[in-house]
């Protein structure tokens, strides 16, 4: 018979135990082994990294769902963010998406092919091109944003909006120390280098 103090599931029968916390099994076992090695890092780095991984995946399986790829998200999305007439340069663009000259050339090439762009010369500016978001591409960026981000506050919904909060506020401290620290201010999508 159960005890009234322990976890139940939706059916009323006890939850089943949480499974262990390796973060925590491998700090121990470096301080054992190696003692006076700082090991402090471990259970903030090694959960960013499974969280990145398992997020990255999920989001990965839901544009696969929507018929779009994570660069193509992302090219769609800076141009939708960057407000009417969702017309930027490739120049802006890639300064924007982060990435370099080639791999906006790449991303646009795929995506006009899709008929979610258009490129068209700059006004009085030889070199310059002009990328459009079109009517086609708009409604394919809407849909997909609004799903990869209703499932991400889903997978976040387990922390209160004022532990939310906090978290997001650390995780900038923490980037912004890092990214001073390692000299590289650069932001990519999770796997990309």
Request: hydrophobic fraction near 35%; glycine fraction near 10%.
């Amino acid at each position: 018979m159960a005890r009234d103090s322990e976890a139940k599931d939706g059916s009323g029968h006890p939850a089943p135990p949480a499974p262990p916390y390796p973060v925590e099994e491998i700090a121990a076992a470096w301080e054992r082994e190696r003692p006076g090695t700082p090991v402090s890092s471990i259970g903030i780095v090694t959960p960013i990294w499974q969280l990145a991984k398992l997020l990255g995946d999920d989001r990965r399986r839901v544009l696969a769902g929507a018929g779009m790829d994570p660069a193509t998200l992302d090219l769609l999305s800076v141009l939708r963010r960057s407000g009417a007439p969702y017309t930027l340069t490739t120049r802006e663009l890639s300064r924007r998406s982060l990435v370099t000259a080639g791999a906006i050339s790449q991303r646009l090439t795929r995506a006009e092919r899709e008929g979610l762009v258009t490129r068209r010369p700059g006004e009085g500016r030889p070199r310059t091109v002009l990328v459009e978001l079109t009517p086609a591409g708009h409604e394919k960026v809407e849909a997909t944003v609004g799903q990869v981000l209703h499932r991400e506050a889903e997978l976040i919904d387990g922390l209160t909006p004022a532990q939310q909060k906090e978290l997001a506020g650390l995780l900038r401290i923490l980037l912004q120390d890092t990214q001073r620290k390692l000299g590289d201010d650069r932001i990519s999508q999770v796997g990309e280098g």
